[in-house]
């Protein structure tokens, strides 16, 4: 089953029960929207199973992204609303292993998370294990998950608030890696 609802001008985005496979890009792209709900979602074999950019407010919850360059990207530039208010809950993001050329962006492989330039996004309960890299030379690798200052990479933000709860990160070659930027960010009980 797919569902997907759209409330308005990009507004209330609703994706349920989404299957999406062997894309060259992304699976999911979110961007300039706000009151996201993405459910159930089922990507692989993608440059990044799930893209948000520009978006604020939503949930992305229980989704499985597996065998994808990145799992998830949630990104910030200086193009709309600062990335955030987010819900990250209860999603599997293992085993994303592909290599994708920077063609458009920077090289990936081996990543989990990313989170760049967000704020207040609240991560909990997710399973990020297994992400690594299929060959070297990606500029973003071996990452379960990066927090890190958007500025000299898309132009946005540093990331503020955002809290890192309660996850499994485990058996990526970096489980996380966060370049200290912004304010306010929390890691608590993840193991």
Request: glycine residues 16%; hydrophobic residues 40%; contains cysteine.
């Amino acid at each position: 089953m797919v569902r997907i609802r759209s409330h308005g001008t990009g507004t209330g985005t609703e994706l349920d029960h989404v299957v999406v496979r062997d894309n060259a890009s992304a699976g999911v792209r979110i961007s300039a929207t706000s009151g996201l709900n993405v459910r159930h979602v089922l990507a692989s074999g993608n440059r990044e199973g799930l893209l948000v950019l520009d978006s604020r407010g939503g949930q992305l919850v229980d989704n499985t992204l597996t065998g994808n360059c990145a799992g998830l990207i949630a990104l910030d530039t200086p193009d709309g609303a600062v990335t955030g208010s987010l819900l990250i809950a209860g999603n599997e993001l293992s085993h994303n292993n592909r290599y994708c050329a920077g063609d458009d962006g920077p090289a990936e492989s081996g990543i989990g998370v990313v989170l760049l330039g967000t704020s207040y996004v609240l991560l909990v309960a997710n399973h990020i294990t297994a992400n690594v890299p299929s060959r070297t030379g990606a500029d973003f690798s071996g990452v379960g998950l990066t927090i890190r200052d958007a500025a000299g990479i898309t132009g946005g933000a540093a990331p503020v608030d955002n809290w890192i709860i309660g996850n499994r990160i485990t058996a990526n070659p970096v489980n996380i890696d966060y370049d200290g930027s912004g304010h306010g960010n929390r890691f608590i009980a993840n193991r």
